[in-house]
């Protein structure tokens, strides 16, 4: 069974950074990062696919940075300035192109406060 698993997660302050790592057991077109905050739906962050291209959601702003060495198995979310409404547990996702199974991370718990 592919897994897919997330670390990086922590503390910090607003305008601090953390760099999340998400690494599969498996390989995937399309590996991506998306969040959930508390009483909220979980929502896109960014993705990128084993060629390159990444995606962004609008409110990454030029904040985060998703990239996928090599285009292999493992991707980083590097996450700058980040503010207090970052707080959320990121989720890793995987899938290949077209209609396939979503596979999804068990997620990790970022803290932002002031």
């Known amino acids: 069974q592919v897994q897919l698993v997330e670390s990086g997660g922590g503390l910090a302050q607003t305008g601090e950074s953390l760099t999340l790592t998400c690494t599969a057991s498996?390989?995937?077109?399309?590996m991506g990062w998306y969040r959930q905050a508390p009483g909220m739906q979980r929502e896109f962050v960014a993705n990128i696919t084993a060629y390159g291209g990444p995606m962004y959601a609008d409110f990454v702003k030029g904040r985060f940075t998703i990239s996928r060495p090599n285009g292999r198995k493992t991707i980083h979310l590097q996450m700058t300035s980040l503010e207090i409404e970052d707080t959320a547990v990121y989720y890793c996702?995987?899938?290949?192109?077209?209609?396939?199974?979503?596979?999804w991370g068990q997620g990790t718990q970022v803290i932002v406060s002031s």
């Open positions: 498996g390989p995937f077109d399309i």
């Open positions: 996702n995987g899938r290949q192109f077209g209609p396939s199974s979503v596979y």
